[in-house]
């Protein structure tokens, strides 16, 4: 993903000196919604280094590939190498229950849990120059998955605190 282009930079600076408007990318003051950030993730007796790896070896159809997705070194390898390995048949009908479990693992963790209580009722949105158009969205198109998924998160969290 690498340099974040100058168009998505300015729309990091207008989020964080707004603090009602929509948080629209995972970048600067709002990194830690990334599911890149590290993060130790207990997910099927194996321990992860980020919500990104455990997704990724979750999608795998063997353990062995399931382990060696784990000890990448980043989330942005575990994913280039998941891509790469065999995928579970069922993948696409589990992956956004996974991607949830995942996320409440994390997000029940302080000091993520706090952090995402604070974002108030801002709309959460996965923007990406990347083209993803499931998990979040590109240039306003897109059907904003994980943004959904952490506002429902966020959502239960207050009901239970």
């Known amino acids: 993903m690498g340099t974040i282009p100058d168009f998505y930079a300015d729309r990091v600076r207008e989020q964080e000196a707004d603090p009602t408007s ?26 992860y280094a980020s919500v990104e790896h455990a997704y990724m070896a ?25 891509k790469e390995l065999p ?11 996974v991607m949830q479990d995942l996320l409440r693992l994390k997000f029940t963790q302080d ?18 120059w990347w083209r993803d158009t499931f998990w979040g969205s590109y240039f306003g198109t897109g059907e904003n998955h994980l943004g959904r998924l952490l506002m ?5 969290l207050r009901g239970s605190t």
């Open 58 to 82: 979750s999608r795998c159809h063997h353990p062995s590939d399931q382990l060696l997705v784990a000890s990448a070194p980043d989330g942005g390898r575990a994913k280039r190498l998941a």
């Open 22 to 47: 929509p948080i629209t990318l995972f970048r600067g003051q709002y990194h830690w919604l990334s599911n890149m950030t590290p993060v130790v993730i207990l997910y099927h007796d194996i321990a």
């Open 111 to 128: 000091p993520f849990k706090t952090a995402l209580l604070q974002t108030g009722t801002r709309e959460l949105i996965e923007g990406n």
């Open 87 to 97: 995928r579970r048949s069922d993948w696409e009908e589990i992956k956004l229950s």
């Open 152 to 156: 429902s998160i966020r959502s239960e």
